[in-house]
């Protein structure tokens, strides 16, 4: 099994060279983009960053500062712009209570203290939270969505009713836990599903069938 996720990535790495994700010059831009990318697609994330550098609030005193409804219109763009504004705040409220405001603090903290305290933060779950523990922090997990899900029961590497956990530790089972390796294969996971894995097409002539058909 685990010579087939390996392969799975050399198939992928091999056929689109490395992807450089997460697209953020800061840890706040790439924690935000976290945040907001739930829900929504990223050329959608992007308009509402661009507002946010535009109006100097994409710092965390910034966000702290900033009133939650003026916060909501600079996000407009990424949809469900209320929700995620108090979901920014709560973030954002969790960094000062917990580290004084401080990023570089809050990321010396080891994994297993770290992501328990970002889930019990409202708002973020576990994709969000191993984004940003993951791109923003370099910890070493796997960011599983539902494109991975998607490629892996479509070639019968995992059952149907597979849960978050269940599938995160396929790939944390199977490889050596290096944040780089992570950061490619999970940019690389949706890079293929986009372009071969849509509901329709669901994998034909994808780069991996030359693996598993």
Do not use: C
């Amino acid at each position: 099994m685990s010579k087939s996720y390996q392969k799975i990535y050399d198939i992928l790495y091999d056929h689109y060279g490395p992807q450089h994700w997460w697209p953020g010059d800061t840890q706040i831009e790439i924690i935000v983009g976290a945040i907001l990318t739930q829900n929504t697609n990223w050329k959608n994330v992007e308009k509402a960053i661009i507002n946010l550098k535009d109006n100097g609030v994409l710092t965390v005193p910034a966000l702290k500062s900033i009133a939650v409804d003026s916060l909501a219109e600079f996000i407009r763009p990424a949809g469900y712009f209320n929700v995620k504004a108090k979901r920014l705040k709560n973030f954002i409220h969790f960094v000062y209570a917990e580290y004084d405001g401080d990023l570089k603090m809050m990321g010396k903290e080891t994994f297993d203290v770290l992501r328990p305290k970002l889930l019990a933060v409202n708002g973020i779950g576990q994709e969000t939270a191993d984004s940003i523990l993951l791109y923003a922090f370099d910890k070493p997990i796997f960011v599983v969505d539902t494109y991975t899900k998607r490629i892996l029961t479509r070639h019968h590497l995992v059952p149907e009713d597979i849960d978050y956990h269940g599938l995160q530790e396929e790939f944390m089972a199977a490889l050596e836990p290096d944040a780089k390796l992570f950061n490619e294969y999970h940019a690389l996971i949706v890079r293929v599903a986009k372009d071969f894995y849509q509901r329709k097409s669901n994998g034909a002539d994808s780069p991996l069938n030359v693996l598993f058909d």
